[in-house]
């Protein structure tokens, strides 16, 4: 009996873990777009996230798996709540109602057969999809590790850095330097730009209105200060 | 050994000043609203900088030329006397890879015998003695100027766009000097020209300066078209852009001597534009206009001495068609070519100065008989090489100070330039007038103590050698410099009284005297080098930058050409020079100082006095002459190239329009309602169709693209599942 | 096909489900906070495409020696908390002008 448990979990233990993160990803990711506060689908990140991220484990990507917390789960979904609090503040709880369900579902569904349609195609199931094996160990040790791993049979002499981390990071600072540099001047530019829409500044943006009547424009030329100072209480988002 | 650490920064040199310009371009108006006057500061320090420099190299190159033992001095056989100094400094960057040049664009012969193009243009600059030479005098003049001008334009509304220009000016002649290729030579040519055009045209408000400017700049390029084909010639050649290549190269097979005359001929109308030379010697006077430290930097100093230097640069060409004695033009050799135009140019420029009454005219004439001068001493070949740089660096000095003084002159008059409304400015402006009184002594050449003595004593000395009729030529412009020099002085500072405008004269603030002190000190002492005789230090300094062409010596010294260091003393020309200056001094002390005639009543009585007086005074006509001829002979052209297209251009097509009308008209309107007109509307149609549909979709919710876009994605995936996969 | 041994096909499925089940979000959501949601979602779908095709389709040569996929994936990351920052940045601007957060009422940009 435990043999044959041991034998079917050697056999389909991959496929497991699989099947048990899709389904949270999936499950979660239903939710995501179908609750009905805003706050609860966002929370339901989190679940989605954490399977995506098993699932890259699944993958033998444990760099991934580490991003995919820290930045999805702890920074952009964190982010996100922010926002939705900010806002809540001053509007109330905000629903996410959906419209055009139908439509929308149509596409989306349309859009899943195509492509799963496409993977059905002979330039997908004519090649050979096995991954290669692998030998969790680390590197330097050789002992029995469980996020160093290398390939016995390509291993020789120690040119390249072995795991998957060290990889990373050679190849970010060596061939990807270029593509490295850049991204993190779009990060640069995408926070300033962040920055620099919400700001408030003194005038009509920090009124908080456009300029549409202009009597009140007139109003609040007159008084300028003390409108504005009132106004900044009120207005903090 | 001196290690090479000034050299090593000798690319600061101009780059220095061309950053003082940006800066002052980019934010000196809005410093000068903060800092007030302050602002030019910037322009000194930036040309203090490679001063500091380009003296630290000078003293280098000094200390290698003395330091070394070699053989120096007169013993041994002079003739084939060549003096060696340290090799020059090179520093170069690849500018434009060009690629291999095709053979077919080179000469039959390059093509056999020429190391071949290898397709690489490099800027860099080269350093040998008589551009450490230059380097240090441009530098000093400059930063002197430089300071000067702080006081001088004082209050001008464009007051630091002046000092970007005078920046922008010393970087361009900075590269001129340190140019190591004829390409960099060129780029600094015409930059210079370019400030030039900019600086007399300062006060573009005055027409006249406007005109002044455009007549420098355009009888310019009458010159540089020359130089610019002389260039190519040597460029066909050789073929190399390289300075030292195309020396070397000169007189052998590839480069043959009479095509090393015809390009050196060219060369040399570069240089008569540049330098003033008769016959285009017409713009210099007209350049007045401009501020006086402009006259004093760029039109006495520096910039008209580039054709100068250019031609001391390239004189190899000169010397080795003269070895062959080839003739270019008129039997005349092309060294003879430079000698002659240098000699009518002293001559001419001389007796013209002598009726003018504008102080800052009678200094440009005598800038431009100077660089006669300068330009014959050369046009002597090897003998009168160094003579001809020597007295190029003397008058930077002294004709810098001259204008520098007529500048403080004209600022204590209250912009009065002319002398004859001046007069006893001794006592009024003393400092002025004791450094004046230095500059003028030295230019005209009153011995012993001035440097002007020694150096124009040398190239008188040389043409004693080489050429007697010359010499007296010479003698004669020398004289006329002793008398308009010494009219001049008398007539600004002589007397007691001082008239019109001088009775409010006072001297002028001490940012502009110290630089006149320090000009003057250079005055008197820097003749002292060139002292003939066996320590001649100037010779042995600069004669290493000479024409090197030992193998010809034999036949050299027949045709005059070559004996650098071998001018003997002697005692006639030192005599006739010492009785010209005085004969000059004593006539003008004559006529304007003791008063003992009177000039109207003497032109009256003498009427040959008189026309040669009027004819003096409107400069040979030549301004008449030219316009009547070329100006007025362009115009004509333009004229009739306006007729010619006006009745036979016009007529022809008028006629075919005719023609077509009649014949075709009727055919084409049937075509152009129904079928043109047709398709276009059709055309219209179809296109405001479909951006009717078009603009449906343009409903600005941001879902409706999504959903658009998303469902066009879905069917190119269906596409590849219905097609198989196979088409991707 | 479901028991057979784990494979590239798996993920690519799961990843064409989670894109369409983010699309469906984007599309029929009312409130623009929402719509990045489903955003990330599909964002995620794609890095597990590449993450996918980098284990399963690498040269055979050595495993992992070619780490584009992932290299390509953290790039993706970093931009996507770029698009949250500012697209956030833009909702709460356009909350401030416009008093609304709901995608369809903010449609200024109508020809």
């Given at each position: 009996?435990?043999?044959?448990?041991s034998?079917f979990?050697?056999e389909y233990?991959?496929?497991?873990l699989?099947a048990g993160?899709?389904?949270?990803t999936?499950?979660?990711?239903?939710?995501?777009?179908?609750a009905?506060r805003v706050?609860?689908?966002c929370l339901s990140?989190?679940p989605?996230?954490?399977?995506?991220?098993?699932?890259?484990?699944?993958?033998?990507?444990?760099v991934?798996?580490?991003?995919?917390l820290?930045?999805?789960?702890?920074?952009?979904m964190?982010?996100?709540?922010?926002?939705?609090?900010l806002?809540e503040r001053?509007?109330?709880?905000?629903?996410?109602a959906n419209h055009?369900?139908?439509?929308?579902?149509?596409?989306?569904?349309?859009?899943?057969?195509?492509?799963?349609?496409?993977?059905?195609?002979?330039?997908?199931?004519?090649r050979?999809?096995?991954?290669?094996?692998?030998?969790?160990?680390?590197?330097?040790?050789?002992?029995?590790s469980w996020?160093?791993?290398?390939?016995?049979?390509?291993?020789?002499?120690?040119?390249q850095?072995?795991?998957?981390?060290?990889?990373?990071?050679?190849?970010?600072?060596?061939?990807?330097?270029l593509?490295?540099?850049?991204?993190?001047?779009?990060l640069v530019?995408?926070?300033?730009?962040?920055?620099?829409?919400?700001?408030?500044?003194?005038?009509?943006?920090?009124?908080?209105?456009m300029p549409?009547?202009?009597e009140?424009?007139?109003v609040?030329s007159?008084?300028?200060?003390t409108a504005?100072?009132?106004?900044?209480?009120?207005?903090?988002l | 050994?001196?290690s090479?650490?000034?050299?090593n920064?000798a690319?600061?040199?101009?780059?220095?000043?061309l950053l003082?310009?940006?800066?002052?371009i980019?934010?000196?108006?809005?410093?000068?609203?903060?800092?007030g006057d302050?602002?030019?500061?910037i322009a000194?320090?930036?040309?203090?900088?490679?001063?500091?420099i380009?003296?630290?190299?000078?003293?280098?190159?000094?200390?290698?030329?003395?330091g070394?033992?070699?053989?120096?001095?007169?013993?041994g056989e002079?003739?084939?006397?060549t003096?060696?100094?340290?090799?020059?400094?090179?520093?170069?960057?690849?500018?434009?890879?060009?690629?291999?040049?095709?053979?077919?664009?080179l000469?039959?012969?390059?093509?056999?015998?020429?190391p071949?193009?290898?397709?690489?243009?490099?800027v860099?600059?080269?350093?040998d003695?008589?551009?450490?030479?230059?380097l240090a005098?441009?530098?000093?003049?400059a930063?002197?100027?430089?300071?000067?001008?702080?006081?001088y334009?004082?209050?001008?509304e464009r007051y630091?766009?002046f000092?970007?220009?005078?920046?922008?000016?010393c970087f361009s002649m900075?590269?001129?000097?340190l140019?190591g290729?004829?390409?960099?030579?060129?780029?600094?040519?015409?930059?210079?020209?370019?400030?030039?055009y900019l600086?007399?045209?300062?006060?573009?408000?005055?027409?006249?300066a406007?005109?002044?400017?455009?007549k420098?700049?355009?009888?310019n390029?009458v010159?540089?078209?020359?130089?610019?084909i002389?260039?190519?010639?040597?460029?066909?050649?050789?073929p190399?852009?390289?300075?030292?290549?195309a020396?070397a190269?000169a007189g052998?097979a590839?480069?043959?001597?009479?095509?090393?005359?015809?390009?050196?001929?060219c060369l040399?109308?570069?240089?008569?534009?540049?330098?003033?030379?008769?016959p285009?010697?017409v713009?210099?006077?007209?350049?007045?206009e401009?501020?006086?430290?402009?006259?004093?930097l760029?039109?006495?100093?520096?910039?008209?001495?580039?054709g100068v230097?250019?031609v001391?640069?390239?004189s190899?060409?000169?010397?080795?068609?003269?070895?062959a004695?080839?003739e270019v033009f008129?039997?005349l050799?092309?060294l003879?070519?430079?000698r002659?135009?240098?000699?009518i140019t002293?001559v001419?420029?001389?007796?013209?100065?002598?009726?003018?009454?504008?102080?800052?005219?009678?200094?440009a004439y005598?800038?431009?008989s100077q660089?006669g001068f300068?330009?014959?001493?050369?046009?002597?070949?090897?003998a009168?090489?160094?003579?001809?740089?020597?007295?190029l660096l003397?008058?930077?000095?002294?004709?810098?100070?001259?204008?520098?003084?007529?500048?403080?002159?004209?600022?204590?008059?209250?912009?009065e330039?002319?002398?004859?409304?001046m007069?006893?400015?001794?006592?009024?402006?003393?400092?002025?007038?004791?450094?004046?009184?230095?500059g003028?002594?030295a230019l005209?050449?009153v011995?012993?103590?001035?440097?002007?003595?020694?150096s124009?004593?040398?190239?008188?000395?040389?043409?004693?050698?080489?050429?007697?009729?010359v010499f007296?030529?010479?003698?004669?412009?020398?004289f006329?410099?002793?008398?308009?020099?010494g009219r001049l002085?008398?007539?600004?500072?002589?007397?007691?009284?001082?008239?019109?405008?001088?009775?409010?004269?006072?001297?002028s603030?001490?940012?502009?005297t110290?630089?006149?002190t320090?000009l003057?000190?250079?005055?008197?002492?820097l003749?002292?080098?060139?002292?003939?005789?066996?320590h001649n230090?100037?010779?042995?300094?600069?004669?290493?930058s000479?024409?090197?062409?030992?193998?010809?010596?034999?036949h050299?010294?027949?045709?005059?050409?070559?004996?650098?260091?071998?001018?003997?003393?002697?005692?006639?020309?030192?005599?006739?020079?010492?009785m010209a200056?005085?004969?000059?001094?004593?006539?003008?002390?004559?006529?304007?100082?003791w008063?003992?005639?009177d000039?109207?009543?003497?032109?009256?009585?003498?009427?040959?006095?008189?026309?040669?007086?009027?004819?003096?005074k409107?400069?040979?006509?030549?301004d008449?002459?030219?316009?009547?001829?070329?100006?007025?002979g362009?115009?004509?052209?333009?004229?009739?190239?306006g007729?010619?297209?006006?009745?036979v251009?016009?007529?022809?097509?008028?006629?075919v329009?005719?023609?077509?009308?009649?014949?075709f008209?009727?055919?084409?309107?049937?075509?152009?309602?129904?079928?043109v007109?047709?398709?276009?509307n059709?055309?219209?149609?179809?296109?405001?169709?479909?951006?009717?549909?078009?603009?449906?979709?343009?409903?600005?919710r941001?879902?409706h693209?999504?959903?658009?876009?998303?469902?066009?994605?879905a069917l190119?995936?269906?596409?590849?599942?219905?097609?198989?996969?196979?088409w991707? | 096909?479901v028991?057979?041994?784990l494979?590239?096909?798996?993920?690519l499925?799961?990843s064409?489900?989670?894109?369409s089940v983010?699309?469906?979000g984007?599309?029929s959501?009312?409130n623009?906070i929402?719509?990045?949601?489903g955003?990330?979602?599909?964002?995620?779908?794609?890095?597990?495409?590449?993450?996918a095709?980098?284990?399963?389709?690498?040269?055979?040569?050595?495993?992992?020696?070619?780490?584009?996929g992932?290299?390509?994936?953290?790039?993706?990351?970093?931009?996507?908390?770029?698009?949250?920052?500012?697209?956030l940045?833009?909702?709460?601007?356009?909350?401030?002008?416009?008093?609304?957060?709901?995608a369809?009422?903010v449609s200024?940009?109508?020809?």
């Open positions: 009996m435990l043999q044959h448990l034998e979990i050697q233990g991959s496929l497991i699989f993160f899709a389904l949270l999936l499950g979660a990711a239903v939710l995501v777009v179908t009905r706050t609860h689908a990140l989190l989605c996230f954490i399977g995506i991220a098993g699932l890259y484990a699944v993958m033998a990507s444990p991934m798996l580490a991003f995919q820290l930045i999805y789960a702890g920074g952009i964190v982010l996100m709540l922010f926002a939705i609090f806002l001053r509007a109330g709880p905000i629903t996410a055009y369900v139908f439509p929308a579902g149509l596409i989306a569904g349309l859009t899943a057969i195509a492509i799963l349609g496409a993977l059905q195609t002979e330039s997908f199931r004519n050979e999809l096995r991954p290669p094996p692998l030998e969790m160990r680390d590197r330097a040790t050789g002992e029995e996020y160093d791993y290398y390939d016995p049979q390509t291993q020789t002499a120690g040119e850095p072995s795991t998957n981390l060290r990889r990373t990071g050679f190849y970010f600072l060596t061939y990807y330097l593509p490295f540099e850049l991204t993190s001047v779009i530019v995408a926070m300033v730009g962040a920055i620099v829409i919400v700001r408030r500044e003194k005038g009509w943006v920090a009124a908080g209105r549409a009547r202009s009140e424009r007139g609040r007159e008084s300028n200060g504005t100072a009132a106004t900044e209480g009120e207005e903090e | 050994m001196v090479p650490f000034f050299e920064l690319w600061l040199i101009p780059l220095l000043p003082a310009c940006g800066v002052l980019g934010w000196g108006v809005k410093l000068h609203r903060k800092i302050r602002v030019a500061l000194v320090a930036g040309i203090a900088i490679p001063c500091v380009a003296w630290g190299i000078l003293a280098s190159r000094v200390s290698q030329t003395f070394a033992p070699h053989e120096a001095g007169t013993h002079s003739a084939r006397e003096i060696e100094g340290p090799e020059p400094f090179e520093m170069a960057v690849e500018w434009a890879p060009l690629g291999p040049l095709s053979p077919a664009v000469s039959p012969v390059t093509r056999d015998l020429s071949a193009f290898d397709g690489r243009l490099k860099g600059l080269r350093i003695n008589l551009t450490a030479a230059m005098m441009i530098t000093l003049v930063m002197l100027i430089q300071i000067y001008s702080i006081g334009m004082h209050g001008d630091p766009r000092f970007a220009y005078m920046s922008l000016f900075l590269l001129l000097v140019a290729s004829f390409l960099v030579l060129f780029a600094g040519w015409e930059l210079v020209g370019l400030c030039s600086l007399i045209g300062f006060w573009f408000q005055k027409p006249s406007a005109s002044a400017a455009k420098a700049f355009i009888v390029r010159g540089d078209f020359g130089f610019l002389g260039i190519m010639i040597i460029f066909f050649h050789v190399s852009l390289d300075i030292r290549a020396l190269a052998t590839a480069f043959p001597p009479h095509w090393v005359a015809i390009a050196g001929a040399f109308t570069g240089a008569i534009g540049k330098s003033a030379q008769f285009l010697h713009w210099l006077p007209d350049a007045m401009g501020p006086t430290p402009v006259s004093a760029i039109h006495a100093a520096t910039m008209v001495a580039a230097y250019m001391a640069r390239i190899t060409l000169y010397v080795v068609p003269q070895v004695e080839l008129a039997g050799t092309s003879e070519i430079v002659y135009i240098g000699i002293a001419l420029a001389g007796t013209i100065g002598i009726a003018q009454n504008d102080i800052k005219r009678v200094l005598s800038t431009v660089l300068m330009m014959f001493a050369l046009g002597m070949g090897m009168g090489w160094v003579a001809g740089v020597f007295h003397t008058h930077a000095f002294f004709k810098a100070l001259l204008f520098l003084g007529s500048g403080s002159v004209i600022h204590g008059c209250g912009g330039q002319d002398m004859t409304k007069g006893g400015l001794r006592k009024a402006m003393p400092t002025t007038f004791w450094t004046f009184l230095m003028t002594l005209t050449g011995p012993l103590f001035w440097a002007g003595f020694w124009k004593d040398e190239i008188m000395a040389a043409s004693w050698a080489v050429d007697q009729p007296w030529l010479g003698e004669f412009a020398a006329c410099t002793a008398l308009y020099m002085m008398f007539l600004t500072f002589a007397g007691d009284h001082p008239r019109d405008h001088s009775i409010h004269a006072h001297e603030p001490k940012v502009m110290v630089p006149l320090i003057a000190v250079f005055s008197v002492g003749g002292w080098l060139g002292m003939p005789g066996d230090l100037m010779h042995h300094f600069l004669g290493s000479a024409p090197q062409i030992a193998e010809h010596a034999e050299a010294v027949a045709g005059g050409a070559i004996n650098i260091a071998g001018i003997e003393f002697e005692i006639v020309p030192l005599c006739v020079s010492v200056a005085g004969l000059g001094w004593l006539l003008a002390a004559v006529i304007w100082g008063k003992l005639v000039v109207p009543r003497l032109k009256q009585a003498v009427p040959p006095i008189a026309w040669a007086h009027n004819v003096l409107n400069k040979y006509f030549f008449e002459i030219y316009h009547a001829t070329f100006v007025r362009t115009l004509a052209l333009a004229a009739g190239c007729l010619f297209d006006k009745y251009v016009d007529g022809i097509v008028n006629l329009g005719w023609a077509t009308t009649r014949v008209a009727g055919l084409a309107r049937l075509a152009d309602t129904w079928i007109d047709g398709l276009v059709l055309i219209a149609e179809a296109q405001k169709l479909a951006g009717r549909f078009a603009a449906m979709l343009q409903t600005g941001v879902q693209y999504i959903a658009f876009s998303a469902l066009i994605a190119i995936a269906a596409a590849i599942y219905v097609l198989g996969g196979h991707i | 096909m028991l057979q041994q494979g590239l096909q798996h993920f499925a799961l064409a489900i989670l894109f983010g699309l469906f984007v599309i959501r009312r623009s929402a719509i990045l949601l955003v990330e979602l599909m964002l995620n779908a794609a890095n597990i495409n590449l993450i095709f980098q284990r399963y389709l690498a040269p055979p040569a050595g495993l992992n020696l070619v780490l584009d992932q290299i390509f994936a953290l790039i993706v990351i970093t931009l996507a908390a770029c698009e949250a920052a500012v697209g940045a833009i909702i709460l601007n356009v909350y401030r002008v416009l008093r609304t957060t709901t369809d009422e200024l940009l109508k020809w």
